[in-house]
């Protein structure tokens, strides 16, 4: 069983910052993609970044266009935790985020191919 367990959301004004982790445990955790998701009110939940493992130490990186160049996907080895960077916040990045692990070599964007998901973590931007 693997669990994942999402922190770090919170109120903050647009312009500003946050910086949410996701720790995971009970499966590997080097060669396993991350990936972050968030779901506004009344809409679907949709893809926001991951990252899969390539090679050693090297991980690719995914973003959608709409937090490109403003959310940065990273992670710590030694701390089986996930981290999303989030920049230049705008009150439309309004959203429950979620964090979900996948262990099989599925689509990194899609979320059925996700096997595992934390409980999510509110972020509101203010205007």
């Known amino acids: 069983q693997v669990h994942v367990v999402e922190s770090g959301g919170g109120l903050v004004q647009a312009g500003g910052s946050l910086r949410l982790s996701c720790a995971t445990s009970?499966?590997?955790?080097?060669?396993?993609?991350m990936g972050w998701f968030r779901q506004a009110p009344g809409k679907e939940r949709e893809f926001v970044a991951a990252q899969k493992w390539a090679t050693s130490s090297t991980y690719y990186a995914y973003y959608a266009d709409s937090v490109s160049g403003r959310f940065t996907i990273s992670r710590d080895i030694a701390k089986n935790t996930v981290y999303l960077q989030m920049n230049s916040l705008k009150p439309e990045d309004t959203a429950v985020y979620y964090c979900?692990?996948?262990?099989?070599?599925?689509?990194?964007?899609?979320?059925?191919?996700?096997?595992?998901w934390g409980q999510g973590t509110q972020v509101t931007v203010s205007s």
């Open positions: 009970g499966r590997t955790f080097r060669t396993v993609t």
């Open positions: 979900a692990a996948q262990y099989s070599s599925g689509n990194y964007f899609q979320l059925r191919e996700y096997e595992y």
